[in-house]
């Protein structure tokens, strides 16, 4: 299982940008997809996620300005952030919880967190 994730960059203080992530492999399933971050000499946090079911969660600091969605047939997951501030500077991670794999004909397992490798996102003015 691979996800990849693209549309970061660098944006003004109060500008929007939107991040798309796709997950490919023999997925049958994938439980939760969301998108977590990091900055520099800070821990990885929890930006947004969201159950196949709909149910989004979001941070503290980015609730009413950033919004997730997903498209279970694709296998995709998107987070639109707008008002964005400097401190929301950070590489910004895909993840797909409980990834559920066909291997071959008959066999069917559930795959831990799988993430992606990042796309860097920069708030400056």
């Known amino acids: 299982v691979q996800l990849v994730e693209s549309g970061g960059g660098e944006v003004q203080p109060g500008g929007s940008l939107r991040l798309s992530c796709a997950a490919s492999?023999?997925?049958?399933?994938?439980?939760?997809m969301g998108w977590y971050r990091q900055a520099p000499g800070k821990q990885r946090e929890l930006v947004a996620s969201i159950s196949s079911g709909g149910s989004a969660v979001y941070g503290d600091s980015v609730k009413g300005r950033f919004t997730i969605s997903r498209d279970n047939a694709k296998n995709t997951t998107t987070l639109q952030m707008n008002s964005l501030k400097p401190e929301d500077t950070a590489v910004y991670y895909c993840n797909a919880d409980r990834v559920v794999v066909a291997l071959g004909a008959s066999r069917i397992i559930t795959l831990p967190d799988r993430w992606g490798r990042g796309t860097q996102v920069t708030v400056s003015s």
């Open positions: 492999g023999n997925i049958l399933n994938i439980d939760t």
